[in-house]
């Protein structure tokens, strides 16, 4: 590849590096305020949803921008666990899965799967609905045969959260347990244009279908300076060992201009209410030893690169302390994200298909100028 010219490098110091600041579309779903650091479901803020509501009632309001009706919640709840199941054929997939396997690399697999066999509903709700019901089921699925243990069928009688921890446990999970899966799937839910969401109103624009569309979201959650950046910052725990090895480990991380993860973020510059509410979940639980030992490092890294680098934790700086608190493995951390978010991913590709315009931006040419195609017998060796 040839090196970038000076000329060039000016020239792309003066686009929008990574489409920063670019408002690529004019939304009605989630507002967030890097400001004040806080987030916002159809004007909803994320911290009173998280306390009052759940993860259903979310997912409606997401999708419909008005919180349900009594009965309306109760048909839509229903209409969800009814719509659990997998299809026979992606199971059978499923079954071939090398228990090695990338977890969300099997996701996306499933996910393709289920644009070839799942029952298409007539409306864009039926789809969405029946994706959103089957991604803990599909999660929860691709855990177990991991595993190397069968997986369980969904039950109609419970909520999501609670259904979709017991398929991954294989036994119901206690209240507490099921309460903070429903906040953290609600956490979850949406979050603006991040890359998933963005990747997904590209294809939807297209007029691909809406499980291409959002198959094109679950791809773009794989990397770790997006969705992937949990598992890393359970890593980073390992690595660090206790709370007296967090300066070094600091240290050592800044001397190699490397990216510590779980921190910083493309809107939320100071911090932001998601964290704050999983550090204080984080806080409330942690009940053993080593549960207590490892949020003090977390606690201890936040302070740190707070003072030396005035840079904050991301979402996905507590979430995989909670989640290993519901004794969810780091390889599924990614899957678990992906289904929490797919509810508003969903409200998204629906968004876009309701003012459509193709997305299609510009690229400034920087290569060589028109040539003459030279026959290979005549060219001469450039080394
Ligand atoms: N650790 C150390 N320094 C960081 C950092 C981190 N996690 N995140 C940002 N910075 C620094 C950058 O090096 C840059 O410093 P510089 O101006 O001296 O070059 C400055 O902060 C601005 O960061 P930038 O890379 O321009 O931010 P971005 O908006 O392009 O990237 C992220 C945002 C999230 C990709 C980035 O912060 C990151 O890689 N974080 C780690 C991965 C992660 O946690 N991802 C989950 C996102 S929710």
């Given at each position: 590849?040839?090196?970038?010219?000076?000329?060039?490098?000016?020239?792309?110091?003066?686009?929008?590096?990574?489409?920063?600041?670019?408002?690529?579309?004019?939304?009605?779903?989630?507002?967030?305020?890097?400001?004040?650091?806080?987030?916002y479901?159809r004007?909803?803020?994320?911290?009173?949803?998280?306390?009052?509501?759940?993860?259903?009632?979310?997912?409606?309001?997401?999708w419909?921008?008005?919180?349900?009706?009594?009965?309306?919640?109760?048909?839509?709840?229903?209409?969800?666990?009814?719509?659990?199941d997998?299809?026979?054929?992606?199971?059978?997939?499923?079954?071939?899965?090398?228990?090695?396997?990338?977890?969300?690399?099997?996701?996306?697999?499933?996910?393709?799967?289920?644009?070839?066999?799942?029952?298409?509903?007539?409306?864009?709700?039926?789809?969405?609905?029946?994706?959103?019901?089957?991604?803990?089921?599909?999660?929860?699925?691709?855990?177990?045969?991991?595993?190397?243990?069968?997986?369980?069928?969904?039950?109609?009688?419970?909520?999501?959260?609670?259904?979709?921890?017991?398929?991954?446990?294989?036994?119901?999970?206690s209240?507490?347990?099921?309460?903070?899966?429903?906040?953290?799937?609600?956490?979850?839910?949406?979050?603006?244009?991040?890359?998933?969401?963005?990747?997904?109103?590209?294809?939807?624009?297209?007029?691909?279908?809406?499980?291409?569309?959002?198959?094109?979201?679950?791809?773009?959650?794989?990397?770790?300076?997006?969705?992937?950046?949990?598992?890393?910052?359970?890593?980073?725990?390992?690595?660090?060992?206790?709370?007296?090895?967090?300066?070094t480990?600091?240290?050592?991380?800044?001397?190699?201009?490397?990216?510590?993860?779980?921190?910083?973020?493309r809107?939320?510059?100071?911090?932001?209410?998601?964290?704050?509410?999983?550090?204080?979940?984080?806080?409330?639980?942690?009940?053993?030893?080593?549960?207590?030992?490892?949020?003090?490092?977390?606690?201890?890294?936040?302070?740190?690169?707070?003072?030396?680098k005035?840079?904050?934790?991301?979402?996905?700086?507590?979430?995989?302390?909670?989640?290993?608190?519901?004794g969810?493995?780091?390889?599924?951390?990614?899957?678990?994200?992906?289904?929490?978010?797919?509810?508003?991913?969903?409200?998204?590709?629906?968004?876009?298909?309701?003012?459509?315009?193709?997305?299609?931006?510009?690229?400034?040419?920087?290569?060589?100028?028109?040539?003459?195609?030279?026959?290979?017998?005549?060219?001469q060796?450039?080394?």
């Amino acid at each position: 590849m040839a090196a970038r010219t000076e000329a060039q490098k000016d020239r792309k110091e003066s686009q929008s590096s990574g489409l920063q600041g670019v408002v690529v579309a004019s939304t009605a779903i989630t507002r967030i305020d890097p400001v004040e650091g806080r987030v916002y479901f159809r004007g909803y803020e994320i911290d009173e949803l998280v306390t009052k509501s759940n993860y259903e009632e979310v997912i409606f309001l997401l999708w419909h921008g008005r919180l349900p009706t009594k009965d309306e919640l109760a048909s839509f709840s229903q209409r969800m666990a009814q719509s659990r199941d997998l299809p026979s054929q992606v199971l059978s997939i499923l079954r071939e899965l090398p228990p090695d396997c990338n977890a969300i690399d099997a996701v996306s697999l499933g996910v393709s799967a289920l644009g070839l066999f799942d029952r298409r509903g007539k409306t864009f709700e039926d789809n969405a609905v029946s994706i959103s019901a089957k991604m803990g089921t599909l999660v929860a699925a691709i855990s177990r045969t991991k595993l190397g243990v069968a997986p369980i069928p969904p039950r109609t009688d419970l909520n999501y959260a609670t259904d979709f921890l017991r398929m991954l446990k294989g036994k119901e999970p206690s209240e507490a347990d099921a309460k903070l899966m429903d906040g953290m799937l609600i956490l979850h839910a949406d979050h603006e244009m991040t890359v998933s969401t963005f990747a997904a109103r590209v294809v939807a624009s297209t007029l691909a279908d809406v499980y291409s569309a959002f198959g094109a979201a679950v791809e773009a959650f794989k990397g770790p300076l997006h969705a992937g950046a949990s598992e890393a910052v359970v890593e980073m725990l390992d690595e660090i060992g206790g709370p007296m090895g967090v300066e070094t480990y600091l240290e050592a991380k800044f001397a190699r201009k490397e990216k510590v993860m779980g921190f910083g973020h493309r809107i939320f510059r100071a911090g932001n209410h998601i964290t704050a509410i999983m550090r204080d979940y984080s806080e409330k639980l942690a009940a053993t030893d080593y549960e207590k030992k490892r949020l003090a490092i977390l606690v201890n890294v936040e302070r740190l690169m707070v003072e030396k680098k005035k840079i904050y934790p991301n979402m996905d700086y507590y979430s995989g302390l909670l989640f290993q608190h519901l004794g969810i493995p780091g390889f599924l951390f990614v899957p678990v994200f992906a289904a929490g978010r797919t509810p508003g991913i969903l409200a998204h590709i629906n968004e876009q298909l309701s003012d459509n315009r193709l997305i299609r931006p510009s690229a400034e040419y920087v290569g060589s100028g028109a040539r003459s195609y030279v026959p290979i017998s005549q060219r001469q060796s450039t080394g």
